[in-house]
């Protein structure tokens, strides 16, 4: 059984929900990624979403694209995402680490290439945002043959048919984005994801996260109601920003602390 599989299972039986923040790789310094992870998992984070900084990240609000240019302006690429991943793994090897990203950098280094590196480096699960599940099939199969899972992007506007087919290409867990927008924006509708989140599971037994808008203790309980699991990502890059550089790692454990006991509660 994969990481995430172990995670969520894990959690379902002591009836808790998934907690998986989002950072960027290289944000806010170039050393503090792997320090950040780890105060994330000791005070409640049970899955980390590490983002690959690209230069056009089209799903992404202005503060992910922000620490994206920071990032890349550090020379963040790709081998240095891998290597933080290395250095999580070096003390923690189970909390599951999805990487996020566009398309561009892994076609750069070459898909077999990539996944190889990436299954060494101790990652479980892909997010590639501009790889639709009707054009991917094979980057679905060669990662799930190397333990890797596939993981897509559902959102209030995917037909009854991309849901379909992202059930039938996916593992992990889906990721369903609670908004009709770019991550950060505000106005998340309950019904409405408490409906779709539903619908997607009707056509898979995979966990459903939600993540896009959500942003305290209050609204990740709500979302949690609906879903296996809430992500954070706009909010958590705002945490590392607000203040130095060098407690970061402190900020952002002090955060995701203050989410848990809100999904705990």
């Known amino acids: 059984m994969s990481r995430i599989a172990s995670c969520f299972q894990r959690l379902a039986e002591a009836r808790r929900k998934a907690l998986i923040p989002y950072i960027t790789c290289g944000h806010p310094t170039r050393d503090s990624t792997v320090a950040v992870m780890h105060a994330m998992v000791a005070n409640g984070a049970d899955a980390i979403e590490l983002g690959v900084p690209f230069s056009d ?5 202005p503060v992910i694209q922000k620490a994206n240019e920071h990032a890349l302006a550090l ?4 081998r240095d995402v891998l290597a933080a991943v290395t250095g999580f793994r070096a003390t923690d090897t189970t909390t599951p680490v999805v990487l996020m990203g566009y398309a561009n950098p892994i076609e750069r280094m070459g898909i077999e290439a990539f996944l190889d590196a990436a299954r060494a480096a101790g990652v479980d699960g892909l997010i590639v945002v501009d790889y639709p599940p009707e054009e991917c099939e094979a980057f679905s199969a060669a990662a799930k043959a190397r333990g890797i899972d596939p993981i897509f992007l559902l959102a209030p506007t995917s037909t009854d048919e991309r849901i379909d087919s992202v059930a039938r290409l996916a593992s992990g ?21 408490a409906q779709r989140v539903a619908r997607i599971k009707r056509s898979t037994p995979l966990p459903v996260g939600v993540g896009f808008g959500i942003r305290d203790g209050k609204t990740a309980r709500a979302i949690s109601e609906q879903a296996d699991g809430v992500i954070i990502g706009s909010r958590m890059i705002q945490v590392l920003e607000e203040g130095d550089p060098a407690q970061a ?8 602390a203050s989410i848990r006991t809100a999904l705990d509660a």
């Open 57 to 61: 990240p089209m799903a992404d609000g």
């Open 75 to 78: 020379g963040i690429g790709l």
């Open 249 to 256: 790692p402190e900020r952002a454990g002090a955060f995701i």
């Open 173 to 193: 867990y889906v990721y369903y984005v609670s908004l009709k927008g770019i991550t950060g924006a505000g106005g998340i509708d309950l019904a409405e994801v």
